[in-house]
């Protein structure tokens, strides 16, 4: 099956800093998805953008199906932003495949 | 807010025992999938169902298993229960069985003791 890597695996940032995290595909994907796992668990849907770019406040995404990488930017970060961040991918007739995740910390 | 219903959202059970777990999917979805998060296997996706059929298995333990009602609502059943099957258990759903964007539940956090 398709295989998707996060990096890096863990970030930790002050407050009102920038971040980039990067979802590495093995295969073309027909869906890829952004989610927020907050402490709480709850999985938020951040954006579905299985190619180009989308913008959503202090987030954008950028998503490049033919070099098979995705990029979330974090500008400003707050400490509300912590938690672990999925990228998730539908390759063919299957269902959304996970990567391991990106944990982020921002402190005060 | 997703749309999408869980409950419980806490159970707390012995080994040996069964569970059932509900979902109500997205006002107009017809998919309904289970997803299995534990801390060691990360995110597995179990089970999916597209308006009362099963559609695709993943990594789903034959002790499991799942059905998807006529009003499309979904249960998943969990029996033979062992501490391994500690863990958070996600719905999602989706308009179509080919997974345009997916919404989740908020979980149901299950603890076997």
């Known amino acids: 099956g398709i295989q998707v890597e996060q990096s890096p695996p863990d970030l930790i940032l002050q407050e009102g800093a920038n971040s980039t995290l990067r979802c590495n595909f093995s295969?073309?994907?027909?869906?890829l998805q952004w989610f927020h796992q907050n402490p709480w668990g709850q999985l938020i849907n951040l954006f579905y953008?299985?190619?180009g770019t989308k913008q959503n406040g202090r987030l954008s995404a950028t998503t490049v199906a033919t070099e098979r990488y995705s990029l979330l930017y974090i500008s400003s970060s707050q400490t509300t932003d912590s938690g672990v961040y999925f990228c998730a991918v539908l390759s063919g007739y299957s269902t959304l495949t996970f990567g391991k995740g990106t944990m982020l910390l921002v402190s005060p | 807010d997703s749309g999408v219903t869980q409950t419980p959202k806490h159970l707390i059970t012995a080994t040996g025992q069964r569970v059932t777990l509900r979902c109500s999917p997205r006002?107009?979805?017809?998919?309904v999938y289970w997803y299995q998060q534990s801390l060691d296997q990360g995110l597995q996706f179990l089970i999916q169902?597209?308006?009362?059929?099963?559609?695709a298995k993943g990594n789903i333990l034959e002790r499991f298993s799942a059905q998807q009602f006529p009003d499309l609502h979904s249960e998943l059943n969990l029996s033979s229960l062992e501490l391994g099957d500690s863990a958070l258990y996600f719905c999602?759903?989706?308009?179509?069985?080919?997974?345009?964007?997916?919404?989740f539940g908020e979980g149901s956090r299950l603890t076997v003791l």
């Open positions: 169902y597209y308006n009362g059929e099963e559609r």
């Open positions: 953008i299985p190619s």
């Open positions: 999602a759903s989706s308009v179509t069985h080919a997974a345009g964007e997916l919404f």
């Open positions: 006002s107009g979805d017809l998919s």
């Open positions: 295969d073309s994907v027909n869906n």
